[in-house]
């Protein structure tokens, strides 16, 4: 088509949902990843297939397309940069991913403007460790690179357990944070447009297994002190972030109504898949609005409440998705499948979202619905 | 994936719209077109590139695919009925599709069971034509097959135009239909499911230029008796009509809320197009989900009213779409864009749908933004 070419950094199910958006808009999609048809590739990206690393791929990548973007943090800053300084535009901002895959200089960067985060520090071998633990009590020793859905986040309840959590990641760069009891993890989908207009989606609720998201449910049930507490932070996150695109942020809620920056992603978020039934423009049609200079739409949810709850694989070997009839026979049930083969356990091989007219109604449909898939 | 297989014979727009549909579902597309890189191709369809009469690429379809449908009603029926015999569902029925591709063979139908259309009569020479005149007094000749936004129809006042009339249509199968003195056109959506359950959506309005849809209302702004008879007119045609898929059905509105089958197009139709942005269930999923043997979604509105505008080509050349960013800075304004190159003169480009809490609200917002736009 004729409205611009959008390149993008990874063609999972991320990847796919942003193509699904930007071609009724009109735009030409070209992804790179490493799996030949990626789930993006089935909705008619066309694929560059390597590694997210590579720099070649990157530079043809940046040949064909009007604007670049991420569907992951985890991937070549610097090459992104370089693009960038060539001349195509990337968004978000190269130096805005490179800040954020770092997730201690993340830090650092927030709490340099006074954004509350849980106490950290670097660590850098077994004194600083220690140091780290006489300090916080109870911790968690985190990665600064590469963590992602829970790998590279090891609590440190006592000295006994500090050797075995550093052993576990030796070679990679650490940081400690005090472990924070907090009561609920929120997360909110917040949009910047090009020229720097923001629009900020509800503040959700989201459940973790495994250490890996299985549930959100909108908007977040919580105190109008610690919603308002919410809705600050994320707008001064999102001021403070360089470049176009939709950025979700992560935060704890903890005693007292605290809220607290957990991390910031510089993508689309799982924590927002629930906007594509939930709400009046969906995070992937934003991303490209974003990205693409168009303006911004709508964050308003279309309904009481919505929920999604993440299909993840069963077990390992093909996919083979059961039970789709009996899960669309609930009311205001969708479910979006995102074309992976082979299914493991715990892949994100799908989601569902339910509406409701509150958060229990649409909970139920939700769980009730995600009983009825097996995959 | 792993969902099975859908093939569709014609990859254009609705193909296009039935594909994005399809896919988060856990289906695979193949399309029949002769263009290469066909709007549904765009999105991921696979396509045998092939003309949409031709029998070989039918019967490879039939090979790939679980079930086969039609995006367009202008096709070889005896060879999909072929097709469903050797054993591939093919939804909706050939028999219907092949009842329906011949007007004169619809009116028949439908008039059989007492449903009311305006007087016809099967027209073969001057003499059956000066007939019908005579009976009629204005009258429409139309083609029996393959008319399409209006081409095949002609008004005649008088026996003076009657002679032009008919050379125009030499060689082809006619008749002839007394002129409706309509005050307004009306249309229905309506879903079957394989287990014979029926959904119908609001009633519409349609609004034509030089015979071609130009604008959809939602809901129709009609009396509560004329809104009564097209439910009831619609309902019937639905129960009547074999095989599942969504349907269209065109309709008349006359003096004294009389309410008149046009005719009935059986697949997604430009009149739902509207459901993408103003219904719970978009036609396309529905009509997805009909033909799969999924339940039936919700016809439910999502908001009080929605307006559709059709974004027809103004020239004739490369296509080049201007002033989308203009056009979605109007709230509650959806753009969707059809991949389609050349741009031609009265081509169906893409459509605008707008919302808004009344149908006058919402239609403003509509054509504003199709005057912001230019292809």
Redesign the interface.
């Known amino acids: 088509?004729?409205?611009g070419v959008i390149g993008i950094v990874g063609g999972g199910q991320l990847g796919r949902m942003l193509t699904?958006a930007a071609?009724?808009?009109?735009f030409d999609v070209i992804v790179i990843d490493p799996v030949a048809n990626s789930p993006a590739?089935?909705?008619?990206a066309e694929q560059i297939q390597a590694d997210l690393y590579d720099a070649s791929a990157l530079s043809k990548l940046a040949e064909k397309a009007d604007v670049i973007t991420v569907e992951i943090e985890h991937l070549d800053a610097a090459a992104l940069q370089n693009v960038a300084k060539i001349g195509t535009s990337v968004q978000p901002a190269p130096k805005t991913i490179q800040m954020i895959q770092d997730k201690l200089k993340q830090k650092q960067y927030f709490k340099n403007i006074d954004v509350p985060t849980a106490p950290f520090m670097e660590i850098t071998d077994e004194a600083s460790a220690g140091q780290a633990l006489k300090q916080f009590g109870k911790m968690v020793i985190k990665t600064r690179r590469g963590g992602y859905d829970g790998r590279g986040n090891v609590v440190v309840n006592n000295t006994k357990q500090l050797n075995p959590a550093l052993e576990q990641f030796a070679g990679q760069k650490l940081y400690a944070e005090k472990f924070v009891p907090f009561t609920k993890e929120l997360a909110a989908v917040v949009a910047r447009s090009l020229d720097g207009k923001i629009a900020l989606y509800p503040i959700v609720e989201t459940m973790h297994k495994r250490n890996i998201c299985t549930e959100v449910r909108a908007p977040a049930a919580i105190t109008p002190l610690a919603h308002k507490r919410a809705v600050a932070l994320a707008s001064k996150v999102a001021q403070n972030l360089e470049g176009a695109g939709v950025f979700a942020i992560e935060m704890f809620l903890a005693d007292d109504n605290k809220v607290l920056l957990n991390e910031v992603a510089p993508r689309v978020h799982n924590s927002g898949h629930y906007t594509l039934d939930g709400s009046?423009t969906s995070q992937f049609e934003q991303h490209i609005?974003a990205i693409t200079?168009?303006?911004l739409?709508?964050t308003e949810p279309?309904r009481e409440s919505a929920v999604m709850v993440n299909i993840l694989g069963e077990r390992n070997g093909?996919?083979?998705?059961r039970g789709?009839?009996d899960a669309?026979?609930i009311?205001?049930v969708s479910?979006?499948?995102y074309?992976k083969?082979p299914t493991k356990i715990d892949r994100k091989m799908?989601h569902i979202t339910a509406t409701g007219k509150d958060t229990q109604t649409a909970r139920k449909r939700a769980q009730r619905a995600r009983r009825r898939i097996s995959v």
């Open positions: 088509m004729t409205g699904l071609k009724p808009l009109g590739a089935q909705v008619g009046k609005r200079g168009l303006p739409g709508s279309t093909p996919t083979e998705i789709l009839k669309l026979a009311p205001e479910v979006h499948l074309g083969s799908g």
